[in-house]
T-cell receptor, first 114, second 113 residues
Framework: KQEVTQIPAALSVPEGENLVLNCSFT??????LQWFRQDPGKGLTSLLLIQSSQREQTSGRLNASLDKSSGRSTLYIAASQPGDSATYLCAVRRNAGNNRKLIWGLGTSLAVNP | NAGVTQTPKFQVLKTGQSMTLQCAQDMNHEYMSWYRQDPGMGLRLIHY???????DQGEVPNGYNVSRSTTEDFPLRLLSAAPSQTSVYFC????????????FGPGTRLTVL
């Protein structure tokens, strides 16, 4: 059974620091992995999606990597800003086609302090 | 495009009442789903649909009904609200083509007294 773990559950860093959020999964047979951001009281915003055949994806100051063999993805945030404060969730998609269920981690709550 | 929209944003119900949470998307997505989010439990799938007329159960379907009469709309019905259904509910849809990226609505915060 696929399980997704995100460690740490919470992280507090000073502004300007480069940081890495971790996402681990137990079954390497995945279709893709998606990182989301959730602001307090809000919905989820898709940040990056990595297909199983890819090693990384970049968007602005964000870089997500995927290592299927070790069951791990990381989200790298460069030069963090207070506006990056949010909860970051990762989700693994097992299959393509009609069964597109996502398996979710519990998230890492990030606080970037001015 | 408005994306995925949900109404209402907030709702308070009494135990035993019924109500419908509305969800609509204007992106012509086949796949739509409903989640609930509770502290310490993460996102749990309630029901999902792979197209108009087709629905299926997720992890926690008890107490909820869905229907999908059009591609755009996917309402979630609470049949007889219970305090255990106090939660934040999210509707999501995903593109019909690979990589099936998922998009979320803003959520409905439901309290059952």
């Amino acid at each position: 059974k696929q399980e997704v773990t995100q460690i740490p559950a919470a992280l507090s860093v000073p502004e300007g620091e480069n940081l890495v959020l971790n996402c681990s999964f137990t079954d390497s047979a995945i279709y893709n992995l998606q990182w989301f951001r959730q602001d307090p009281g809000k919905g989820l915003t898709s940040l990056l999606l990595i297909q199983s055949s890819q090693r990384e994806q970049t968007s602005g100051r964000l870089n997500a990597s995927l290592d299927k063999s070790s069951g791990r993805s990381t989200l790298y945030i460069a030069a963090s800003q207070p506006g990056d404060s949010a909860t970051y969730l990762c989700a693994v998609r097992r299959n393509a086609g009609n069964n597109r269920k996502l398996i979710w981690g519990l998230g890492t709550s990030l606080a970037v302090n001015p | 495009n408005a994306g995925v929209t949900q109404t209402p944003k907030f709702q308070v119900l009494k135990t035993g009442q019924s109500m419908t949470l509305q969800c609509a998307q204007d992106m012509n997505h086949e796949y739509m789903s409903w989640y609930r989010q509770d502290p310490g439990m993460g996102l749990r799938l309630i029901h999902y649909s792979v197209g108009a007329g087709i629905t299926d159960q997720g992890e926690v379907p008890n107490g909820y009904n869905v229907s999908r009469s059009t591609t755009e709309d996917f309402p979630l019905r609470l049949l007889s609200a219970a305090p255990s259904q106090t939660s934040v509910y999210f509707c999501a849809s995903s593109t019909p083509w690979t990589p099936y990226e998922q998009f979320f609505g803003p959520g409905t915060r439901l309290t059952v007294l």
